[in-house]
């Protein structure tokens, strides 16, 4: 009898594989409407969709480990602009990219919508 693969889990671990084409400037979008977090105030779940957007250099992100850092926030409390920032960080020191900007866009908590945008360089 066939065994199914074994369940995903959260991970920090992003991983690189090669630009197939390097040489070229091209923008890559991935988007993730799932996102959650904890309000590190109050302790409750925190929902965005998370945009991504960059230009390659020799790397490119590999979408299941993107997945699963993504996963890795959700019962983490970070405040919105944090976790906007650090995702950045982690994502430009794991590809070096020639420009990226990350965009949040929060659900409405206690009447306000919050989208937060950050860009490299």
Request: hydrophobic share 35%.
């Given at each position: ?36 977090c904890v309000c590190p105030m109050t302790g409750q779940p925190d929902f965005a969709t ?72």
């Amino acid at each position: 009898m066939p065994t199914s693969p074994s369940p995903s889990s959260p991970s920090r671990d992003l991983v690189a594989v090669p630009n197939p084409h390097p040489g070229r400037d091209y923008e890559v979008r991935c988007e993730s409407p799932e996102f959650t977090c904890v309000c590190p105030m109050t302790g409750q779940p925190d929902f965005a969709t998370v945009r991504i957007a960059y230009v390659p250099d020799e790397r490119i992100v590999e979408l299941k480990s993107l997945k699963l850092y993504l996963w890795g926030f959700r019962d983490e409390g970070a405040f919105h602009e944090d976790v906007t920032n650090r995702i950045l960080d982690d994502l430009v020191a794991c590809l070096a990219p020639r420009r990226m900007t990350v965009t949040t866009d929060w659900l409405v908590r206690g009447g306000i919508h919050t989208v937060v945008e950050t860009s490299h360089p």
